[in-house]
């Protein structure tokens, strides 16, 4: 069974960085991408980054030119930096991997943004 354990999370003053780690185990098959997702409360699950198997990278909009995804291959592990944080980021974020037979997802790690 695949596993994906994330890491990094924590609370964070405004304007304050963090970096979330995700490290994907018992895998089989290449990626074909990894991404980060995050939910807030009473809100639905968005995607945040997703870097594929390529290098090629995309961004939601509320995080283009503050967040950085990046990847390692060789360990299968994928981060997130995050600068300039601001409250409406709080949320609990959750790692994605897409392999060729299924998806999976991490347990989520707690991101609060606050003075």
């Known amino acids: 069974q695949v596993q994906l354990v994330e890491s990094g999370g924590g609370l964070v003053q405004p304007g304050g960085s963090l970096r979330l780690s995700c490290a994907a185990s018992?895998?089989?098959?290449?990626?074909?991408?990894m991404s980060w997702y995050r939910q807030a409360p009473g809100k639905e699950r968005e995607l945040v980054a997703r870097?594929?198997?390529?290098?090629?990278?995309i961004y939601a909009e509320s995080a283009k030119g503050r967040f950085t995804i990046s990847g390692d291959n060789a360990k299968n592990t994928v981060y997130l930096q995050m600068n300039s944080l601001k409250p409406e980021d709080t949320a609990v974020y959750y790692c994605?991997?897409?392999?060729?037979?299924?998806?999976?997802w991490g347990q989520g790690t707690q991101v609060t943004v606050s003075s």
């Open positions: 994605n991997i897409l392999l060729p037979t299924a998806s999976y």
């Open positions: 018992r895998i089989s098959f290449s990626a074909i991408a």
């Open positions: 870097i594929h198997n390529s290098g090629a990278t």
